[in-house]
């Protein structure tokens, strides 16, 4: 986990990125140069690409379903971000993309993404497709041997892409941000900042 922290900020700085003027919470990396396209399928089996979503803040995070922390606490606090936003929650989507294609079957991610809003959608693709959307996103995620062949867990970037409206990636929310300061973000990037 350490280590994907660390790999998450050292991919945030590089990014070295212009400022839109708007006073963000989160870590503003607009104008990236990666994060640019995925090509996924949703758990109700329907193709997806972040062009879908346009018109929308897309919050991008990647997980796994097994996950013991990180992931079900991302949701959960997801979940409170759209709370706070009233009316405004219903031009977000919240993308949960599994790094664990081998175990996270559509009708598990179903069930997982959903049980934290109806509204979150969990995108897999195989093998080859999940590590080019990383990649898309420098997005490190490695498979850590457990007890047996099944018990593995998974090291990976533990924050959270915000995607404007117009599709331009634009913010970093770090693992653990305040939802407050999370809705506040997504707030000016529906109203265009």
Not at 2 to 16: E, K, M, N, Q, T
Not at 79 to 94: F, H
Request: with cysteine; aromatic share 10%.
């Amino acid at each position: 986990m350490l280590r994907a922290l660390i790999i998450a900020a050292a991919f945030v700085v590089a990014a070295g990125c212009g400022s839109s003027g708007a006073k963000f919470n989160s870590t503003d990396i607009t104008g990236a140069n990666y994060g640019g396209e995925l090509h996924l399928t949703d758990h109700t089996g329907k193709p997806r690409t972040l062009a879908d979503f346009r018109g929308k803040v897309v919050a991008l995070f990647f997980g796994y379903t097994f996950c013991p922390d990180v992931c079900p606490t991302t949701l959960a606090e997801m979940k409170s971000v759209l709370a706070r936003l009233g009316d405004d929650a219903k031009r977000v989507q919240v993308l949960f993309v599994t790094v664990d294609p081998e175990r996270d079957t559509p009708a598990l991610l179903a069930r997982y993404v959903t049980a934290f809003d109806p509204g979150f959608l969990g995108l897999y693709g195989d093998a080859d497709a999940t590590a080019q959307a990383a990649r898309s996103f420098r997005v490190f995620y490695e498979k850590v041997p457990g007890s047996s062949p099944k018990t593995y867990s998974i090291n990976h970037t533990a924050g959270t892409y915000l995607i404007d409206p117009q599709g331009r990636l634009r913010l970093f929310v770090r693992y653990g941000q305040d939802v407050d300061a999370t809705a506040a973000d997504i707030r000016l990037l529906l109203q265009g900042k």
